[in-house]
């Protein structure tokens, strides 16, 4: 078990102006590498691969994703074998998320995006777990039954911590399973989602992945900059900024997008004075030495 994450009041004229308290939950200093919401999906799926006795893991992820970073830290930590089907032409050494993922003894398995695509089919996944002698399937983000059990945790955190219940949560999304699973367990709470990814699916998404009956959430669909992994000069300034004012690193794929859209919601005075927001800083940083990697010092990188 590691240690609980700190919540962080945040200070903003902006944010004094309109009368409101912006917390941010920072997971992202749960572990360097095992961060966030990657940590949070991890836990009790470890915890179910070793009762039930499993000896190999395998899952899917890119090239650049936290998930295969965190896999391998979680992987080397609690010495389990696994192995990741990974998106892309072959391995690279310049790639800081490959690099550390070998050292630390994950196995990496490339294969074509033709057949990446066909990561959910059942028999294609068997036919990888027959094929490397896996026995536990974790899939793409680590996002199932277990992970969400992980992701309810926050809301417990967050009301132990300000003893209450925010009025809103803010949360980032790639699956959707971190959504689902604050989703599960709030109870006052109003939860805003800010999808990474093009497209207005995120909402049907996050209720197929929870079994039971989500409460009413928004999604705000605006804020994606082009897609999965895309960006424009805006959100490079403002994170920027954001770390110059707050000295909080923010990554350009997930937490970037959502603290944007939040600051752009607070303009736009959608929050009633007095209201308190907790934003949820779901990790993801190594990625922003993969960013660098790929196009210039653009913005700041952990060291790890």
């Known amino acids: 078990m590691l240690p609980l994450s700190p919540i962080q009041l945040l200070e903003s004229e902006l944010y004094t102006k309109k009368k409101l308290q912006v917390w941010v939950k920072r997971d992202e200093l749960i572990h360097p590498l095992i961060s966030g919401n990657k940590w949070r999906k991890l836990q009790y799926n470890l915890e179910a691969f070793k009762q039930l006795g499993k000896k190999h893991l395998l899952s899917f992820g890119g090239a650049f994703s936290n998930h295969l970073l965190a896999l391998a830290a979680a992987a080397q930590k609690h010495q389990i074998k696994a192995t990741i089907i990974i998106r892309g032409d072959g391995y690279d050494d310049h790639n800081p998320t490959l690099r550390l993922a070998r050292e630390m003894g994950l196995n990496l398995v490339f294969i074509d ?108 669909n605006q804020y994606h900059f082009g897609g999965y992994a895309k960006f424009k000069p805006e959100l490079i300034q403002f994170i920027n900024q954001f770390h110059q004012a707050h000295n909080i690193l923010l990554d350009p794929v997930y937490t970037g997008k959502m603290f944007f859209g939040l600051e752009d919601l607070i303009q736009q005075d959608y929050f009633p ?14 990625g922003n030495l993969g960013f660098n990697y790929r196009f210039g010092n653009l913005i700041p990188s952990p060291e790890l």
């Open 273 to 286: 004075e007095g209201s308190s927001i907790v934003a949820i800083h779901t990790g993801g940083l190594q």
């Open 113 to 220: 995006r033709a057949n990446y695509k066909k990561r959910e089919d059942p028999a294609f996944q068997q036919q990888l777990m027959d094929q490397y002698q896996a026995d536990f399937l974790l899939p793409e983000g680590g996002t199932n039954a277990w992970a969400l059990k992980g992701c309810r945790t926050l809301v417990d955190e967050i009301t132990f911590q300000l003893s209450a219940e925010p009025d809103f949560i803010c949360v980032a999304a790639g699956t959707g399973g971190t959504s689902a699973g604050i989703l599960e367990q709030t109870k006052q709470t109003k939860v805003l989602v800010f999808p990474a990814l093009k497209g207005d699916f995120m909402e049907k998404a996050i209720r197929n992945i929870s079994k039971t009956k989500l409460p009413t959430f928004q999604c705000f």
